[in-house]
């Protein structure tokens, strides 16, 4: 319990520090961002929105510490301000369908990929020299080596535009309306399958042979001879004694590549204009929208902190040590 | 000397750096071979021909100068990046280790906290208010990736502060400096190579994607870009694999290459991983017979 309080405060200073690495961010810049912001879009913008993009960062005439505690206040109440490019949607507004997508993709390919690239490390530490341990690790490296966004307009192209098996774009048919519907589960289903495949294919090598290192050196110890020696049946010495040993500090790394892994998936989701964070990232740079630049950066953070105290909690689970 | 030598008799590693040395040949040298790489030599999205090796893309520029000269680009930045990632972070992960204490409270807590935040969107977010080009990218690439070497070279220095060796130099009235530099680093070089090594690949695979977003300058010709290009024209719709298949290529050849000599590295400082070769090596033998007794290793004192 202690321990995951504990974390549960770090967690908290590390979202306080992306919140202030936003506000300062904009005032940091070379010269006088907020004019060379605003100079950007002279003739494009209407006035009001140009008011309510200052108010939306904290621009004002006021101290840069009460400027500070404004913006403070507002994030803490999850307002993150107005968005310019869909003016006058709340930024708030804006990113709140496309995290659920987000959640839902890169969530399930994340969770995907790594329970299958964590057996596959089992087995293949399991079978030193076997046909899974040769051939395997170095055909994921070389697809992990590919950038996630390229395999993705690669399945794109294959899958979707040459044989047609899947859907090019968005995250369900746009004729059927979002509802707890058979015909709309099967939607986002199909159109979930090409860029939750690509995210797998380009992460499971990594999990895999992470897994197969730890798994190696567990392998070697004393307690796993010993399970030998008394007889146990394979099964049950490699994954009660050997797998679930090597689980912990793979899971400890889970919590840390998350980061990675979801940059990634944000650039899969732009190739099939899945409606994420990611797609939305895109549209926000394209049009300048720096309040929903912030806004992103922000959801997605947060998103990361909150299940990497969930994998905190499954830490407590598999270590008894982390419990008392 | 000691690195090189195992890494130079390792087939991975012998691959790795091959390939490595062919993509520097052609970033430094490519480029003058095939002209400027944005010209507009002929029609738009034509398929590879004898004229064009790699086709054309959707605006008329010749795939192959194109891909040969984004090698420059993003390799230079790769490279460039790759060393200031590790320098930051080796210098963090020393003196917190060095120090301990509360100067590795405060600075373990600021690595953690960079290690946690998703580096694409912090990156955007720096990177936006930046003139685009490939010195924002690098900047943007070393504040978003030096804490993960920061971690790695903290947890092997507080393991060599408590050795007997660096006890002995703080006791014999070595300075900070002094014992950071003579005794600690030269015991890390391992560590600090396949960070370095991680570091490029971090740094070309992140470089690539802020490009692929549109964050680079896109009069420049690199990789990223390339791709960028290749999206957003009508390019894929039309079936033109060719528009994006052999910049992928390259980057996952470097990619791969990198890899190979990480592994290679991985390998020779911790034979564990592959006991049997180690085995092999050290008695010099050829293949190892199943069933055969115990072998017993001797060294030669002769």
Known sequence: MRFLLRRLGFYLTAAWASVTLSFFLPRLMPGDPATAMFARFRGRLAPEAIAAMRSAFGFSDAPLLQQYARYLAHAARGDLGISISYYPASVGSVIGQALIWTLFLSGVAVLISFLLGTVLGVLAAWKRGGWLDGALPPVLTLLGAFPYFWLAMAALFVFGIGLGWAPLRQAYDDRLAPAPSAAFVASVFQHAVLPAATIVVATVGGWMLSMRATMINVLAQDHVLYAHARGLSPWRIMFQYAARNALLPNVAGFGIALGFVLSGSLLTEIVFSYPGQGYLLFRAVKSLDYPLIQGLFLTTTVAVLGANWLVDLVAVWLDPRARS | ?302
């Open chain 2, 1 to 302: 000397m000691s690195l090189l030598s195992p890494l130079l008799s390792n087939r991975k590693a012998l691959c790795g750096l091959a390939l490595l040395g062919g993509f520097a040949a052609l970033a430094l040298v490519g480029p003058l071979l095939v002209g400027d790489a944005t010209d507009f030599v002929a029609l738009p999205l034509q398929p590879p021909s004898a004229a064009h090796w790699f086709g054309t893309t959707g605006q008329g520029q010749d795939v192959f100068a194109q891909t040969v000269a984004g090698a420059r680009g993003t390799l230079a930045v790769g490279l460039l990046v790759g060393v200031a990632v590790v320098a930051l972070g080796a210098l963090v992960g020393m003196v917190a280790g060095y120090f301990g204490g509360l100067v590795d409270d405060v600075l373990g807590l600021l690595v953690n906290v960079f290690l946690l935040i998703p580096g694409l969107p912090l990156a955007v977010v720096i990177a936006a208010y930046l003139p685009a080009g490939p010195v924002t990218i690098a900047a943007v690439l070393i504040v978003t990736g030096w804490a993960w070497t920061a971690r790695v070279i903290r947890a092997a220095a507080l393991a060599l502060r408590r050795s007997d060796f660096v006890a002995a130099a703080v006791v014999s009235g070595e300075t900070h400096l002094g014992v950071i530099v003579l005794e600690m680093l030269p015991n890390m070089l391992p560590l600090l190579a396949s960070s370095f090594i991680a570091a490029v690949m971090y740094a070309i695979g992140a470089e690539v994607g802020l490009e692929f977003l549109g964050l680079g300058d896109l009069e420049r010709v690199s990789w990223g870009t390339n791709l960028y290009w290749a999206s957003n024209d009508v390019a894929l719709p039309s079936g033109s694999w060719w528009t994006f298949v052999p910049t992928g290529v390259a980057i996952a050849l470097v990619g791969f290459a990198l890899a190979l000599v990480n592994n290679a590295l991985d390998e020779i400082g911790n034979p564990l991983l592959d006991p049997a070769r180690a085995f092999l090596r050290a008695t010099g033998r050829r293949r190892l017979r199943l069933g055969a007794p115990t072998p017993v290793l001797r060294r030669d004192h002769g």
